[in-house]
Nanobody, 120 residues
Framework: QVQLVQSGGGTVQPGGSLRLSCAAS????????MGWYRQAPSKQRELVAS???????NITDSVKGRATISRDNAKNTVYLQMNSLKAEDTAVYSC??????????????WGQGTQVTVSS
């Protein structure tokens, strides 16, 4: 059994910052690319940022310069630091990871999702 457990999020004022964390646990043999997605009301889910096992990152244009993704391979954890938050960053943020397990092959796994609201 593999789980991705998220922490962080909540309500932040415009211009503020937050950090999201996502820790993988379970019968993990290897973890590939980890990423963060978000979905705002009435909008499609979009990739915010991703990071490969080697540390190569990809940041979507709408948050470039304001977001940093990082991972701690020893802790099987991925982080998303977002600064200068705007109202349009309001969404449910979910982490995602490609995980190879010892018993059930490899698959994408999702965190439980966390609401981020940017509001004064």
């Amino acid at each position: 059994q593999v789980q991705l457990v998220q922490s962080g999020g909540g309500t932040v004022q415009p211009g503020g910052s937050l950090r999201l964390s996502c820790a993988a646990s379970g019968s993990i043999r290897d973890i590939g690319t980890m990423g963060w997605y978000r979905q705002a009301p009435s909008k499609q889910r979009e990739l915010v940022a991703s990071v490969t096992s080697g540390g190569r990152t990809n940041i979507t244009d709408s948050v470039k310069g304001r977001a940093t993704i990082s991972r701690d391979n020893a802790k099987n954890t991925v982080y998303l630091q977002m600064n200068s938050l705007k109202a349009e960053d309001t969404a449910v943020y979910s982490c995602n990871a490609w995980i190879a397990t010892w018993r059930n092959g490899a698959s994408y796994y999702w965190g439980q999702g966390t609401q981020v609201t940017v509001s004064s």
